[in-house]
């Protein structure tokens, strides 16, 4: 049971997949708020550096207990390095150093809220996935209820060319990432997963946090709090069950789930450090979640129970 996959168990536990759209959302959303509370006391790329040395020591240390199988072929292997390239490194460096670079926290939601769009757009070439035109409907109203959201919360500054390219670039990598393990990921056990993606984001940030920053680190409560929370939930179980979903559904309903990251994302800062939230921006909410629900990613549940009967 322990060597099975993660994507293996979802399937054949059609009750419980109901929930993991709702959790993933939650748990993903939450590590912006937790981020800007760690970044109070620790460099950007330091941090980043940080989160990933702990979460390879603890994958490392569930590995020598567990033993799980590794990749079998050199192509699994390249898989999940290129897989871990795209999301972890890419992603959140070039999202790090366009916070260097001047972007503002509205301005790189707006950008990122476009990887639904571009996945839709490329599923039926890279994922052999046809989009709907029901669905394309849902998709442009969760675009358009993200937008709402972060435009009504967010206070646009200037930013330079080159943090909007890091942005760019960053929403590459996350889309990149996303169609690569729809198209050719294979299943493995999460623990030797997480490890090797995780150890190449680290083999790639930690250089730049040496080469750029003082790697200084004001221990507090706060901090290790907001450290626990991005390894815990947003690290480990919510790119997990990211990863799962994309396996097990199509990875246009799966993407759709990014709408609603910007309102809930929005109601954590509300929460936790006090952003306000204008009528606006609940508006928004509701378009983003009506948006999400019209291009079905909250419909992974009947894709996954389908290829669970097949598959018996």
Same mark, same amino acid.
């Given at each position: 049971m322990m060597r099975r996959s993660l994507s293996t168990t979802i399937s054949q536990n059609p009750w419980w997949v109901v929930w993991v759209p709702w959790v993933f959302v939650v748990l993903w959303s939450g590590g912006f708020a937790f981020a800007k509370i760690g970044l109070l006391y620790a460099a950007p790329l330091t941090f980043l550096a940080l989160r990933y040395v702990v979460l390879v020591a603890l994958l490392g240390a569930i590995y020598i207990v567990l033993r799980?199988?590794?990749?079998?072929?050199?192509?699994?292997?390249?898989?999940?390095?290129?897989?871990?390239f795209c999301i972890q490194a890419v992603y959140f460096v070039l999202t790090y150093f366009a916070f260097i670079l001047g972007v503002s926290a509205g301005a790189f939601g707006v950008i990122i809220s476009f990887q639904p769009i571009l996945?839709?757009?490329?599923?039926?070439?890279?994922?052999?996935?046809?989009?709907?035109?029901?669905?394309?409907?849902?998709?442009?109203?969760?675009?358009?209820?993200?937008?709402?959201?972060?435009v009504a919360t967010s206070d646009f500054d200037s930013t330079s060319l080159l943090g909007v390219l890091a942005s760019i670039g960053a929403l590459a990598g996350m889309t990149t990432g996303t169609l690569y393990e729809k198209r050719f990921g294979s299943a493995q056990h999460p623990v030797s997963a997480n490890l090797i993606q995780y150890a190449v984001a680290l083999i790639v940030c930690a250089p730049f946090a040496l080469l750029l920053e003082d790697i200084r680190i004001e221990w507090n409560t706060e901090f290790i709090v907001a450290l626990g929370y991005l390894v815990i939930a947003n690290s480990l179980i919510s790119l997990t069950l990211l990863l799962?979903?994309?396996? /097990?559904?199509?990875?246009?309903?799966?993407?759709?789930?990014?709408?609603?990251?910007?309102?809930?994302?929005?109601?954590?800062?509300?929460?936790?450090?006090?952003?306000t939230m204008p009528?606006?921006?609940?508006?928004?909410?509701?378009?983003?979640?009506?948006?999400?629900?019209?291009?079905?990613?909250? /419909?992974?549940?009947?894709?996954a129970s389908a290829d669970s009967k097949a598959a018996r």
């Open positions: 799980p199988p590794l990749p079998s072929s050199a192509r699994q292997w390249w898989d999940q390095i290129v897989v871990g996945v839709a757009l490329s599923v039926g070439r890279f994922a052999d996935e046809n989009v709907s035109a029901g669905r394309w409907l849902g998709i442009v109203c969760g675009l358009a209820g993200a937008v709402i959201v972060i799962a979903m994309i396996r /097990q559904g199509e990875v246009s309903r799966v993407s759709s789930l990014f709408f609603l990251v910007p309102p809930t994302a929005a109601l954590f800062a509300w929460a936790l450090i006090g952003e009528p606006a921006a609940w508006l928004g909410m509701v378009a983003a979640v009506f948006g999400v629900a019209l291009a079905g990613g909250m /419909q992974w549940r009947g894709k």
